[in-house]
């Protein structure tokens, strides 16, 4: 008997609505069984772990960053070195400049200052700023494993090789900028040289 179909024991139970109650009751039961079976059977469901999909500590970085760094380095160190389209423009502006203040007239030497010095120490310092740049991208390439979580699979030899190419065009470009806005590699003519 159907504990949900309640008869009164005075009027006689409906052999119909009995019959269908219990077939509904049957119906209901063998649903709910096979969906605890269903659950209990999954494989997948008794493998997932929902602590793995927030882990994020066990993805290791794929070393892009320091590959690209270390090729962006050596590039700025050789553009330190050759020059850069930036410092001709600069020294360009810097002539024009000159001209423009020594039109109305002026010494040789407040001529020669003007028009090339000023222009030999803003290439120089362009310059400068390209290597200063290559060597802090190179020794970040070089430096950036030691911070940070220690990977499995150490940094490819050719990333270090390239970041420290970088580091050494840097540093060669620094000082050559450097020696080239001090006049030491070449002193500004004199005015009485250019008589």
Same mark, same amino acid.
């Given at each position: ?14 052999? =119909?609505?009995?019959?269908?109650? =219990? @077939?509904?009751?049957? =119906? ?8 605890? !079976? ?14 793995? *999909? ?8 794929? %070393?892009?960053?320091?590959? #690209? #760094? ?5 590039? *700025?160190?050789?553009? $330190? ?8 423009? +600069? @020294?360009?502006? !810097?002539? /024009? ?8 007239? %002026? ?11 000023? +222009?030999?120490?803003?290439? $120089? ?8 740049? @290559? /060597? ?12 940070? $979580?220690?990977? $499995? ?7 270090? @090789? ?8 840097? +540093? ?21 040289? #250019?008589?």
């Amino acid at each position: 008997m159907n504990p949900r179909t309640t008869t009164s024991p005075t009027v006689p139970a409906d052999p =119909e609505a009995t019959a269908a109650a =219990e @077939a509904s009751d049957a =119906e209901e039961t063998a649903t709910e069984k096979a969906a605890t !079976e269903d659950a209990s059977d999954d494989p997948d469901l008794d493998d997932l772990d929902l602590d793995d *999909l927030d882990d994020d500590s066990s993805k290791e970085s794929s %070393g892009l960053g320091a590959a #690209a #760094a270390s090729v962006v380095a050596a590039g *700025l160190g050789v553009v $330190a070195l050759s020059g850069s389209w930036t410092g001709k423009v +600069a @020294a360009e502006r !810097e002539t /024009l400049i000159g001209q423009i203040k020594t039109s109305g007239g %002026g010494t040789a030497a407040q001529q020669i200052s003007e028009i090339y010095g000023d +222009a030999w120490h803003s290439t $120089a310092l362009v310059n400068g700023l390209f290597a200063l740049l @290559a /060597l802090l991208v190179g020794v970040f390439a070089l430096v950036r494993p030691a911070f940070g $979580a220690p990977s $499995a699979h150490p940094q490819p030899g050719w990333v270090r @090789a390239v970041a420290t190419a970088g580091i050494v065009l840097g +540093a060669l470009g620094l000082l050559l900028s450097a020696a080239m806005y001090f006049d030491l590699i070449v002193a500004l003519p004199s005015a009485t040289a #250019a008589q």
